[in-house]
């Protein structure tokens, strides 16, 4: 499968160094609005083509796969434009500023019976499926309460610190908080309550997110730019809990007693960055003729980015051109 990247900055590398390392999947272009920082890209990580401009990558009909690595604030253009050039798409997360766009993006992509999914990387990670059996055994009872946390000290990025460019922490990391606690308790949300602490900027610099489920389930989320966390995610049942290190990219899950002994650890197979378990997804989607990749069907893209809308409503932070 022959995959262009939208972009060269930091994300773009892991991407094509993952690339580089698999058999099933090749780095065949790069674009960016600067042929210079595409030929040093391209260079860099030998990509066959380098382009000095995204749509030059669009009308390349020999791509059958782009990944947009853009800010978010470009997701929504960039994804429509790709699509227009009849090109597949794995765009990076948060898939968009909002509900609206996203639900526009995958309007546009029906209709013109292409694929396109959000890469929310641990979505296709097989430590989710892990966890997922864990839970179904019944090994700490039933689920009722989960805490996640993911902050970075990544304030000084100017794009995360930006309105114009969709910054804040809710769509940066927020959102893996925001799916970690769907993939336990799913998206039958009963109540969302809110807080956050806002830059100067306008951005949400750090926030907290208490989701109340119809079942009498919580889940208690955080995300920060400003702060380093342990990155954990803590599921507590009625026999037990588990704790997943790093739900960023699980790197290990262990399993607790209603005796807070230690029942069963898993750990993180190998891999070579993590994005290549989203590639493969698409590849198949895409040799079955699919629109959507059944590890992030658009309903749950759609479902988080309402979610994001309804937190942002609370706090009364708007992107702009945002009614």
Same mark, same amino acid.
């Given at each position: ?17 993952? @690339?580089?390392?698999?058999k ?12 210079e ?19 030059? @990558? ?72 892990? @966890? ?9 009872g039933?689920?009722?309460?989960v %805490? ?9 990025v ?24 769907? @993939? ?10 809110? %807080? ?14 208490t ?83 059944p ?7 759609l ?21």
């Open positions: 499968m022959r995959v262009g990247i939208l972009s060269t900055g930091n994300i773009a590398g892991v991407m094509a160094e993952t @690339l580089n390392g698999m099933e999947a090749e780095l065949y272009g790069v674009a960016s609005r600067s042929i920082k595409a030929q040093a890209f391209a260079g860099k990580f030998g990509a066959s083509k380098a382009y000095g401009s995204y749509e030059e @990558l669009a009308a390349d009909e020999q791509v059958d796969l782009v990944y947009v690595a853009t800010p978010m604030s470009e997701h929504y253009e960039n994804v429509n434009m790709l699509l227009n050039y009849g090109r597949n798409v794995l765009c990076e997360k948060s898939f968009a500023l909002n509900e609206k766009q996203a639900a526009e993006m995958f309007a546009l992509a029906k209709k013109k019976k292409l694929l396109l999914t959000e890469a929310i990387w641990v979505r296709y990670m097989p430590m989710w499926k892990t @966890l997922k059996e864990v839970l179904e055994s019944g090994a700490i039933k689920p009722m309460t %805490t996640a946390n993911l902050c970075y000290l990544i304030d000084q100017p794009r995360l610190m930006s309105l114009e460019l969709g910054g804040g922490a809710l769509l940066d990391v927020g959102v893996y908080v925001m799916n970690f606690a769907s @993939l336990i308790f799913g998206d039958e949300i009963e109540k969302i309550t809110s %807080t956050a602490v806002m830059t100067d900027t306008g951005v949400d610099a750090q926030n907290s997110i989701l109340t489920y119809p079942g009498g389930e919580m889940a208690v989320l955080n995300s920060s730019l400003r702060v380093l966390s342990d990155r954990k995610g803590i599921i507590y049942g009625t026999k037990g809990y588990v704790i997943v290190e790093n739900i960023n990219n699980f790197e290990s899950i262990t399993v607790y007693d209603e005796n807070r002994e230690v029942k069963a650890v898993y750990k993180q197979p190998k891999q070579i960055t993590g994005y290549e378990y989203e590639v493969l997804a698409c590849k198949a989607a895409i040799e079955d003729g699919m629109l959507e990749c590890e992030m069907p658009h309903k749950e893209t479902e988080i980015m309402r979610q994001m809308d309804a937190v942002r409503k609370q706090w009364g932070m708007r992107y702009p051109g945002e009614e």
